[in-house]
């Protein structure tokens, strides 16, 4: 919208010329097509396609917890989840959620695979590892 208001694009100079507007809309259009949830091509981990949204449509971890599993967006930092939770715990909060009313994690029963599941885990572990790696750092 912001770029709308800019005097650049205001909408009566392409009154004056449609066939420009045709064009702007065209390149608009490509470039949102272009953008649509196309992973990077440096991530080819199945569990991170899943977290971060790539792999399946209603499947997003990410969108809560961040990308890197920091938390944020009313959901906690899971970084640190296996220090708390053994494997088996975390596989069931993906599956079945936890917590209750506005603020609890949504179940992903039935919108993943058990063979998802052991991949979201996997990369579950490995944010987990980077984290501790960071820790020592500092
Ligand atoms: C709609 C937001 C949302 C989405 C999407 C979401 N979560 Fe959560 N998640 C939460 C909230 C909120 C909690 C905390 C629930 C509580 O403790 O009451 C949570 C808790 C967790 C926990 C336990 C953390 C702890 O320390 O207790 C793990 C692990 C987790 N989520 C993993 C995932 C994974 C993996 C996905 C994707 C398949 C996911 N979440 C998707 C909101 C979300």
Do not use: W
């Amino acid at each position: 919208m912001a770029l709308l208001s800019n005097p650049l694009f205001r909408l009566k100079s392409f009154g004056q010329r449609p066939r420009r507007l045709l064009v702007f809309i065209s390149i608009i259009l490509v470039l949102f097509l272009a953008c649509e949830s196309k992973p990077p091509p440096e991530i080819t981990d199945p569990g991170q396609l899943l977290f971060l949204g790539y792999a399946k449509q209603d499947v997003n971890c990410s969108k809560c917890h961040g990308a890197d599993g920091q938390g944020g967006m009313d959901a906690p930092d899971i970084r640190n989840a296996f220090q708390k939770y053994g494997k088996g715990e975390i596989m069931n909060i993906i599956e079945y959620g936890k917590g209750e009313g506005p603020d609890a994690m949504p179940p992903f029963e039935g919108k993943i695979s058990e063979e998802e599941l052991l991949e979201l885990v996997i990369f579950l572990e490995t944010l987990q590892r980077s984290s501790s790696d960071s820790q020592v750092e500092n």
